[in-house]
């Protein structure tokens, strides 16, 4: 364990910047969440009507988890039902970061030439990640405890976050050393969250079946009841949890080497197909992973809105306040169109993250060393480079194309269109990150904190009513809000340009620079 602490400061020092975005951002939801609350629901009557119509719905249910009372507390550990799931993917992905992927890149063979013991790396990993959590933690407990809720529920809020955090970093280790490409550890880490997810859904929504719950780090969460009689001892089950996986992940590696895996790699075939000789072939196989389980998952969670929309006019027929705040999130007067709109934006939202991450798939490639080979080839910079923006810019119009699909299909409303009205400002989106790749690679993740502060003033924002001027710097606060609102073209044509101008100046400067930049 020797280094330790150094390696620590060095993880802490090169998150100084997405770190504290996603902290501070997961910190203001839930605060931006209760003062809707209290805002559409002012007195206990209305809180009882909203947990009356909400408390046995499957469908809410499986989103959120379960409701346990009518408090303004109980609706604020409910609405934040999902967000233990963020915190959980966040703090597995910082895991890999700083582990399987500093292997891949040979970092890690570098620091460990110096006087490093051979775990120390990994310990830093996990102790930033839950770190990061418990400050999290702390930070909801704080906010939310000032908002004139009970203390103690605030802070069992706080913890409900981190504890998925912590189990989930335990989880990101032992992925870390499966497989031996980090896109197959965050693969894997992946793939035990979403199991997870469904564990506790079916536990909730079924009284006989509750026990499947408990097989969940998620239905854990739920299970310290926020505001509803605090189970402090469920903390035990996540602490131990993470220690089992940090134990299991630190024996694992002391069984392989370096750089190795202890999956065996599928062996590649000695020449490549006639379909991956081109630039855009290439980045089809690395990009159509990612393409796939973006589509699945916000194809799936749109089946889901859309079956809620059935319920919101019923549920808001006697409370204006709550039709209010649903409207100046988007949509016209009717209130299950503006919740729809409000739905789309969020899965527009949602589609800018694949755009982003498809963006930065030429700086990772980049980083890896891996650009290098095909640049030396006939293959220009620019068609390079081309060839992933063409994912960047065909990927999230075909992800809400299916969105949008499911959500109709569910919600009896066609809502195709104005799912793709969220384009322009995705777009805008991915030529930022192209033009932080071409200008400053080093910091081209700062993409993800532009899209973080997005999300924050689209949810936050709107909810808190902040000035105009503060919400117009969000590209998705200037789109139609469809259905139900009026459509102008001249908003998309800025936005559009505004993307374009980003995109070709971020490939001009990729054509310039010397590559690759550490």
């Given at each position: 364990?020797t ?12 998150d ?16 931006g ?6 805002a ?8 009882q ?29 409910w ?82 976050f ?9 989880v ?6 499966l ?14 969250l ?25 239905g ?44 065996p ?8 197909k ?37 319920n ?10 709550v ?12 209130v ?13 939202l949602?589609?800018a993250g ?34 992933h ?8 119009a075909?992800v809400?194309v299916?969105?949008?699909?499911a ?18 400002a ?17 910091f ?22 902040w000035?105009?001027?503060v ?20 908003p ?27």
């Amino acid at each position: 364990m020797t280094g330790t602490w150094a390696l620590l400061r060095l993880v802490l020092r090169r998150d100084r910047l997405l770190m504290p975005v996603w902290i501070v951002g997961l910190t203001l939801a839930p605060i931006g969440y209760l003062s809707s609350i209290k805002a559409a629901y002012p007195d206990a009557a209305s809180r009882q009507h909203f947990y009356d119509l909400n408390a046995s719905s499957a469908t809410f249910v499986v989103r959120n988890g379960p409701l346990y009372g009518s408090s303004a507390g109980n609706l604020l550990a409910w609405q934040c039902g999902f967000v233990p799931v963020v915190v959980g993917l966040i703090a597995l992905l910082t895991v890999v970061r700083h582990t399987r992927t500093e292997e891949e890149a040979g970092r890690r063979e570098l620091t460990g030439a110096t006087v490093v013991g051979r775990h120390a790396g990994l310990a830093a990993a996990v102790l930033a990640a839950c770190g990061a959590c418990s400050v999290c933690g702390l930070l909801v407990g704080f906010g939310v405890a000032a908002q004139g809720v009970p203390a103690v529920g605030a802070f069992a809020l706080g913890l409900e976050f981190s504890l998925v955090g912590w189990v989930f970093a335990g989880v990101g280790a032992v992925a870390a050393q499966l497989t031996w490409g980090a896109g197959g550890a965050r693969g894997i880490g992946i793939g035990v969250l979403v199991p997870a997810f469904l564990l506790r859904a079916a536990g909730d929504s079924s009284a006989s079946e509750g026990w499947l719950a408990w097989l969940s780090p998620i239905g854990w969460a739920h299970r310290l009841r926020p505001f509803a009689g605090e189970q402090w001892w469920v903390l035990a089950l996540a602490v131990v949890a993470t220690g089992l996986l940090v134990v299991v992940a630190v024996a694992l590696a002391a069984r392989r080497d370096l750089g190795a895996a202890l999956l065996p790699a599928r062996p590649g075939r000695s020449g490549a197909k006639a379909s991956l000789r081109s630039p855009l072939a290439l980045a089809w196989r690395l990009q159509r992973g990612t393409l796939l389980v973006w589509t699945v998952c916000l194809g799936l969670v749109g089946l889901l809105m859309g079956g809620v929309a059935k319920n919101v006019a019923e549920m808001m027929r006697d409370n204006k306040a709550v039709a209010e705040v649903f409207s100046r999130m988007g949509g016209g007067g009717v209130v299950t169109d503006a919740y729809l709109a409000g739905t789309m934006t969020l899965f527009g939202l949602a589609a800018a993250g694949y755009a982003v991450q498809a963006t930065l798939k030429l700086r990772a490639e980049e980083a890896a060393g891996r650009a290098e080979p095909v640049l030396a080839t006939a293959v220009g910079r620019l068609g390079w480079a081309l060839a992933h923006l063409t994912f960047a810019v065909a990927g999230p119009a075909f992800v809400l194309v299916v969105t949008g699909w499911a959500t109709g299909v569910t919600s009896g409303v066609p809502l195709v269109p104005a799912a793709l009205a969220q384009l322009p400002a995705v777009w805008v989106l991915a030529g930022l990150a192209a033009a932080l790749v071409g200008f400053v690679p080093r910091f081209a993740a700062a993409a993800w904190g532009l899209l973080a502060a997005f999300l924050l003033l689209s949810l936050v924002g709107s909810a808190l009513r902040w000035n105009d001027v503060v919400l117009g710097i969000s590209p998705f606060s200037h789109l139609a809000r469809l259905p139900g609102g009026t459509f102008s073209l001249a908003p998309v044509l800025w936005l559009l340009a505004i993307a374009l101008v980003a995109a070709i100046g971020g490939l001009a400067a990729l054509r310039r620079r010397d590559m690759p930049v550490g």
